[in-house]
C-alpha cells in the first residue's frame, strides 16, 4: 500500500510537466490529495489539494493561474499539470493522502497524512 510520484525531471524555464500520483494497493476514493513542493533548506508547503470528489480544489498564490490538480475517473491516479514553470518551482513534489478536507490538507502539510509518497524531483533551469 503505497503512493508513488512519477514524472519530475529537467525543465527549462517557461516550460511544462505533469506530476502523476498513483495508489498502489488501494484506491483513492474517499481521500483528499495533495501535492506538496520542498524547496532545497525550505520547508515543505502546500500547493495544491483536491477533496475527495474532486469538487474543491486549492492552490497556493504561487502556483494559481499555471498549475491544475485533478484525479482521474478510476480513482486511483491524481495529476499535478504545471506549465509556465519557473526556477524558483525547483524542488521535491510529494503527494499525500488525507481524510480531511483539501484546504486543510494544503494548509496544514505538518499534519499526519494517511499515506505520502517519496517524491520526484523537479528543476527548471535554463
Known amino acids: 500500500v503505497q503512493l508513488v510520484e512519477s514524472g519530475g525531471g529537467l525543465v527549462q524555464p517557461g516550460g511544462s510537466l505533469r506530476l502523476s500520483c498513483t495508489a498502489s494497493g488501494f484506491t483513492l476514493d474517499w481521500y483528499a490529495i495533495g501535492w506538496f513542493h520542498q524547496a532545497p533548506g525550505k520547508e515543505r508547503k502546500g500547493i495544491s489539494c483536491i477533496s475527495y470528489d474532486g469538487r474543491a480544489t486549492e492552490y497556493a498564490d504561487s502556483v494559481k493561474g499555471r498549475f491544475t490538480i485533478s484525479r482521474d475517473a478510476a480513482k486511483t491516479t491524481v495529476y499535478l499539470q504545471m506549465n509556465s514553470l519557473r526556477p524558483e518551482d525547483s524542488g521535491t513534489y510529494s503527494c499525500?493522502?488525507?481524510?480531511?478536507?483539501?484546504?486543510?490538507?494544503?494548509?496544514?502539510?505538518?499534519?499526519?497524512?494517511?499515506?505520502w509518497g517519496e517524491g520526484t524531483l523537479v528543476t527548471v533551469s535554463s
Open positions: 499525500a493522502a488525507a481524510s480531511r478536507s483539501a484546504q486543510a490538507m494544503c494548509a496544514h502539510p505538518e499534519y499526519v497524512m494517511d499515506y
